[in-house]
């Protein structure tokens, strides 16, 4: 190779043509760089739906030789959603527009596949040639996430980027207790039973948060199936300063307590019931609101805080996990050893104690604490409303479930059970004349009927059977009482439960439940829900899991640590 010597501007001395080429490209080409001028982006029309437009194409600079197409909406052909580039002539552009609106944006969901043959026929018969599969792909792929969503997922694509509904229950909170979310799930861990230490089952929580601080509003733990007796029990303990300090030995207090002014609800039987509507409306006056159906995402606040919960048991035993994965090879019920009572002491101590003091990613960072959010909240826009200590038991009594019944000269006749009180004797009156009546399902000794003029309640005792036969009984009970009574031909709508059937019918059940208890889950989560003590039937069953019982302490320490790892 021939050596040469350019004089450049630079005075560079070169010595081959391999030198000569790295000149050009990097000191030469530099200077002799025209300079063109920026096109201005291109300019869509919206028709005030801005959301349509996705915001990688709003810097957007078209080159001379590309296209833009309007891609509109097959519903509204005004109405333009998104833009799409191409290097294609203009004769192509209407068979791509037509092909995308009315072809791929549907909830047909035709696959790339098929709306390439459809754009290979429509081109064959305009005299064009056909487009590459690849280069159809890409035209697909330029059309945003938002677009695709809502025009072939339907409904449910339109809810999820519709962030007034999606995100109402979280951004609509605008002080403490605005906004409530309330909801069941069943707990992965296995509760044994006080008596025995056998297992039982998985316990139902129901958990209310305070939408605008994420602090805990209510609580209830039990074995009971999702209810609105369960509901109104949750609503009555965040009503009602909780004096957690007292009764659970939580080293702070739990001082969100109060009348919420919203409380947002799922779409269960239990939650759309009249007596929780009517309990929200009428007795608290606040407003209850739905989310939409088959929408979990909409209640995310409580749903999350469920997981979370859920993902801090399994520092304890008798954890069965999420899934058959999670729980392996392990046998939860061997492992558990902690009793209903032990589990709600963990669950609201970790709540007091942990959870109200640690950041939460959903809160402002300026505020990123619960319990400093309700608090400051509360200095800012004043106390949540609520109900004095004295009148606790006159609005728990109004919470009640409510029925309507006439006074007759058998007094009020309610589930087979007559209540009749002798300073009511002047209301015995006709069939057709009824009267507002409270009942509680865990106390069926007595009623509480509404005077018709002052709107008093007056408690009517339980008369036919007694009172004193009905003490200790609970709806659960009694309905498999009747049932087994029905079924043996003991029970018609005629007869009357007499003190003796009922006293017989308890006997069996007992006798049933006990025959079984050490061998079947399902009795011994009866005998719970019924209040049965088989003490003569646990102390020979007593196994080791008693002795190895870790304190609340220990077990709460160890998920506090997780819990901040994870955090």
């Not at 979280?170 to 207790?177: G, V």
């Not at 089952?201 to 733990?221: A, E, K, N």
């Not at 919203?262 to 407003?287: A, Q, R």
Request: aromatic fraction near 8%; proline fraction near 5%; glycine fraction near 4%.
């Amino acid at each position: 190779m021939h050596s040469l010597a350019l004089f450049l501007p630079n005075q560079v001395f070169v010595k081959s043509a391999a030198s000569i080429c790295s000149l050009l490209l990097h000191k030469i080409l530099p200077f002799l760089a025209i300079k063109m001028p920026r096109l201005p982006p291109v300019q869509r029309r919206t028709s005030g739906s801005e959301c349509f437009i996705r915001a990688n194409d709003k810097e957007y600079i078209q080159r001379a030789d590309t296209y833009a197409i309007e891609i509109c909406s097959p519903r509204n052909p005004d109405e333009v959603v998104d833009i799409i580039y191409t290097k294609y002539p203009v004769e192509y552009h209407s068979i791509i527009k037509t092909t995308i609106e009315n072809k791929y944006l549907t909830t047909r969901k035709l696959k790339v596949s098929k709306i390439n043959e459809i754009l290979e026929t429509d081109c064959g018969k305009a005299g064009l040639k056909k487009m590459p599969y690849i280069t159809v792909r890409s035209l697909i792929k330029q059309l945003s996430e938002r677009t695709v969503s809502i025009f072939r997922h339907g409904r449910k694509g339109i809810e999820a980027y519709t962030p007034t509904e999606r995100g109402y229950s979280e951004k609509a909170a605008l002080y403490p207790l605005h906004i409530v979310q309330i909801d069941h799930t069943k707990l992965d861990i296995i509760a044994v039973s006080e008596v025995s230490c056998q297992p039982i089952g998985r316990p139902f929580i129901t958990l209310g948060i305070d939408v605008y601080s994420r602090t805990i509003w209510c609580m209830h733990l039990s074995f009971d199936d999702p209810s609105s007796a369960k509901v109104r029990k949750a609503i009555i303990q965040g009503l009602f300063c909780k004096r957690s300090k007292e009764r659970y030995s939580t080293t702070n207090e739990w001082p969100i307590f109060g009348v919420p002014s919203v409380i947002y609800l799922d779409n269960g039987s239990d939650f759309t019931s009249d007596h929780v509507k009517k309990m929200i409306d009428e007795t608290l006056e606040s407003e209850v609101r739905y989310r939409p159906r088959k929408t979990p995402h909409y209640g995310g606040v409580i749903e999350r805080l469920m997981g979370s919960i859920n993902s801090v048991l399994s520092e304890l035993p008798g954890y069965t996990g999420s899934n058959i994965m999670d729980k392996g090879d392990r046998d939860p019920s061997s492992e558990a050893c902690l009793t209903l009572k032990q589990i709600e002491q963990f669950i609201i101590k970790w709540i007091v104690d942990v959870y109200h003091f640690k950041e939460h990613k959903g809160l402002p960072l300026e505020c990123n604490v619960p319990i400093l959010r309700y608090q400051t909240g509360c200095e800012e826009h004043g106390n949540p409303d609520f109900f004095p200590p004295e009148n606790e038991e006159i609005i728990s009594l109004s919470l009640l479930p409510t029925s309507r019944h006439p006074y007759t000269r058998f007094g009020i006749t309610m589930d087979h059970i007559e209540y009749k009180a002798d300073n009511l004797s002047h209301m015995i009156g006709k069939r057709e004349i009824k009267y507002n009546i409270k009942y509680d399902d865990d106390d069926l000794t007595c009623i509480y009927f509404q005077l018709p003029g002052t709107g008093e309640y007056v408690t009517v005792p339980a008369v036919y059977p007694s009172a004193d036969v009905l003490e200790r009984l609970n709806r659960y009970e009694w309905n498999k009482v009747k049932n087994d009574l029905r079924a043996k031909g003991l029970l018609s709508r005629k007869n009357k439960m007499t003190d003796a059937l009922v006293e017989q019918g308890r006997k069996e059940l007992r006798e049933m439940v006990e025959k079984t208890y050490t061998q079947k889950k399902t009795s011994r989560k009866m005998s719970e829900k019924i209040g049965f003590d088989f003490s003569t039937v646990a102390a020979g069953s007593q196994t080791q899991q008693s002795t190895s019982k870790k304190s609340i302490e220990s077990l709460l320490q160890a998920a506090k640590q997780k819990y901040s790892q994870r955090s």
